[in-house]
């Protein structure tokens, strides 16, 4: 699947926004990778499983996650996310990310969250959790760069 993808340059984009929201469902989870077939490129689907525990999370934990440095998803070890590592052909893929998320007004940021459907039931406590968490996450993007960089152990490509 991955020999037929055009798109490498978004895979340190995948790795970074994974990290960003603590997605543990994606590793060896096949379905949630897809290649589309016009456009050759991979894509990421399914984010049911963001902020570390999937559909458990809530305000007390994601303030627990508010820690720097955060530890490296353990679902990279998974041998897709290899693969995927292994083909990203660019120095500096970690630092262009973080400096294009950090980039982002905090408005910009937050307006993903003006879009959750009411009857999703989010109480307003967890709801202002979720805000705090990317807002901690955008204040904290090198420390991002910087625990993909070395938990991967990034050695750059030229």
Same mark, same amino acid.
């Given at each position: ?66 820690? =720097?440095? *955060?530890?490296?998803?353990? #679902? ?5 996310? %290899?693969?995927? /590592? &292994?083909?990203? $052909? ?44 990317? =807002?901690? *996450?955008?204040?904290?993007? #090198? ?5 993909? %960089?070395?938990? /991967? &152990?990034?050695? $750059?490509?030229?």
């Amino acid at each position: 699947m991955l020999e037929r993808v055009r798109n490498n340059s978004d895979f340190a984009k995948i790795f970074f926004f994974d990290q960003l929201v603590n997605n543990s469902d994606r590793g060896e989870n096949t379905g949630n990778w897809f290649v589309d077939e016009n456009t050759k490129k991979l894509m990421i689907l399914d984010h049911t499983h963001v902020f570390r525990i999937g559909q458990l999370w809530n305000a007390i934990s994601l303030k627990q996650d508010e820690i =720097v440095p *955060q530890p490296l998803l353990p #679902e990279f070890e998974g041998s897709l996310y %290899k693969i995927l /590592l &292994d083909k990203i $052909g660019v120095s500096a893929p970690f630092y262009s990310i973080a400096a294009r998320w950090k980039s982002l007004d905090r408005e910009d940021v937050l307006d993903v969250l003006k879009d959750i459907p009411d009857d999703w039931g989010i109480s307003d406590d967890d709801l202002a959790a979720m805000e705090e968490f990317l =807002v901690f *996450q955008y204040e904290h993007a #090198e420390d991002l760069e910087n625990v993909l %960089k070395t938990g /991967l &152990d990034w050695k $750059g490509k030229v």
